[in-house]
């Protein structure tokens, strides 16, 4: 049986410094003092009864991509 070789894909320079930005629920976007337009929609969004959401990604905590 032969073993196909596969080659490891490289990240690139720019997707290694890429951010990514963590998920937020509502409740840290209404406490956040920094409320931003996408939060304010998601807050509005999750004050109706009966909704479900699964959280926003926020700018304000955005860290480091791959290493």
């Known amino acids: ?3 196909t070789g596969r080659k490891k894909e490289s990240v ?6 890429r951010f ?3 998920v937020v629920t509502s409740d840290t976007c209404r406490v956040c003092k920094q409320q931003c337009p996408r939060g304010i929609r998601y807050m ?3 004050s109706e009864p009966g909704a ?3 959280g926003v990604p ?3 905590t955005k ?3 791959y290493k």
């Open 20 to 22: 990514n930005m963590k």
């Open 12 to 17: 690139s320079q720019q997707d290694r410094n």
């Open 52 to 54: 479900t959401g699964y």
């Open 1 to 3: 049986m032969a073993k």
């Open 44 to 46: 509005e969004k999750m």
């Open 63 to 65: 860290g480091k991509g």
């Open 58 to 60: 926020c700018i304000l």
